[in-house]
């Protein structure tokens, strides 16, 4: 018995340490590439491709206005432009808010923002991007959540890319700002930062591309072929990245830090595992339903499925933690595999040190500070945070094995905004009208459907 033990030991610690190494490899992917792959174009081309822009919203009282005011307000062509608020029938808190913005921006000569609502189930997202595709009439269609905070040049960035390098879909860089607002927040930034600024670019390489839920443009006659989003999907984005990919259609990442799209964190460890639960499951479903087989070769198919398994693989994980643990405490195990079993804490040294670059990387890109205690709240959150992920996979696991199904809503607040707010003021600036609303934002109703991204998010 105790020879298989540490065989288990042994075994399991190879696997960790390969698929560490491995995560090492595509979150490095990008820096060891040419910049010019990843980047947005330094100079853009006349305006020639028209957008529409599907903001779909659940409950988004606190941040709607404003996300509407400023995509209202990019530096593109407004005749070029269509923007939809998608709300279901029910929300009339969130149809009141775009219903006033929508007001508002017509008194000021404003024409081409519309509100459409739907009335039928269910009460998701993909069915409400779906519903918004039927009202669509420009050449490319675009998503931003709610909480979004879109670079005003984006439109102009992603039309110069289509037009130059002829191709009809592109995924723009989203990322996480409030990197201080909470001990896990700083982690959950950097899931981002290397997702869209390095693995993303991967999986665009190699032909199995899950998108992220926002910032992605489509050519419309290529969404309406495929027949929109599935409206079952947890994850429609992840789904339909892959069908694309399946059918394929080259995949453009931009990831630049001057042109990301601004998102906070979940605000509370409940709603990140509410929110990591959902992407989870999403990806089960993604799995279940089979269209990485159609991907064309067993390279792409091994990656879609290594991808889509993830969340399986992390609910192991946290099974393995406990396990790992009463060994030391318990076993003497010979030299050999005591020395293999610490492996995989070699790979998660080489992990933190990353992440500690890359928050340093991160908060230059963006002109924020890094604060004396960031690192070691890094050090200290590191496991915990592991541990988050791995109980929201669980919870996917047995939510998918329940066939529970439901969509678990992410709070959004505005925690982004609140930061830009506090660097314009220290600047000198007017302060903007995130102050204002940022006085309601602790009663956002937190039901039903949403807008909400991943990793990808």
């Not at 529409?52 to 593109?76: D, K, Q, S, W």
């Not at 005003?152 to 130059?164: A, K, L, Q, S, W």
Request: aromatic content about 10%.
């Amino acid at each position: 018995m105790r020879d298989l033990i540490y065989a288990v030991i042994v075994a399991l610690s190879v696997v960790v340490t390969i698929q560490s190494a491995h995560t090492l490899y595509l979150t490095l992917y990008t820096w060891n590439r040419p910049p010019s792959e990843a980047s947005a174009p330094e100079q853009f081309q006349p305006p020639r491709l028209s957008f529409t822009v599907m903001l779909p919203a659940r409950h988004e009282e606190a941040v709607i206005a404003t996300t509407v005011g400023r995509v209202a307000r990019a530096n593109y062509p407004p005749g070029l432009m269509q923007i939809l608020v998608i709300c279901s029938a029910d929300d009339e808190g969130t149809i009141a808010k775009a219903e006033a913005k929508i007001t508002e921006l017509r008194r000021q000569g404003v024409r081409n923002v519309s509100l459409v609502v739907f009335h039928d189930k269910p009460i998701n997202k993909p069915h409400g991007l779906n519903a918004g595709l039927a009202k669509a009439v420009m050449d490319v269609v675009t998503i931003f959540d709610a909480e979004d905070d879109i670079h005003p040049e984006i439109f102009n960035v992603v039309n110069t890319v289509m037009v130059n390098e002829q191709v009809r879909v592109v995924q723009g860089g989203v990322q996480l700002m409030n990197f201080d607002s909470s001990w896990y927040s700083a982690l959950n930034v950097l899931e981002y930062f290397f997702w869209f600024k390095s693995r993303l670019h991967y999986h665009a390489r190699r032909g199995a591309t899950p998108l992220g839920g926002n910032t992605v443009f489509f050519a419309r006659d290529l969404i309406t072929r495929l027949g929109g989003w599935d409206e079952t999907n947890l994850t429609e984005d992840a789904d339909i990245g892959l069908r694309l990919s399946a059918s394929g259609e080259p995949i453009r990442i931009v990831y630049d830090d001057r042109y990301v799209t601004k998102e906070e964190t979940p605000p509370t460890i409940r709603q990140f595992i509410k929110q990591r639960t959902r992407w989870s499951q999403g990806f089960m479903q993604t799995l279940k339903k089979g269209t990485w087989r159609e991907l064309p070769t067993g390279r792409q198919r091994r990656l879609a499925v290594y991808t889509l398994a993830f969340p399986q693989a992390q609910a192991l994980l946290g099974l393995y933690v406990p396990f790992s643990l009463l060994t030391i405490l318990s076993l003497k195990a010979p030299v050999l595999v005591a020395l293999v079993s610490f492996l995989p804490v070699l790979t998660l040294l080489g992990h933190f040190l990353i992440s500690v670059v890359g928050l340093y990387e991160f908060a230059d890109a963006h002109d924020l500070k890094v604060s004396p205690i960031a690192i070691p709240r890094l050090a200290f959150g590191w496991i915990p945070y592991q541990l988050l992920v791995s109980y929201a996979s669980m919870r996917a696991v047995l939510r998918h094995l329940r066939g529970i199904s439901n969509w678990e809503k992410t709070q959004h607040i505005g925690a982004h905004r609140e930061l830009a707010d506090t660097r314009g003021l220290e600047l000198g600036e007017e302060p903007s009208r995130v102050a204002l609303f940022r006085q309601g934002a602790g009663e956002v109703a937190a039901g039903g459907c949403a807008a909400a991204s991943a990793a990808g998010a």
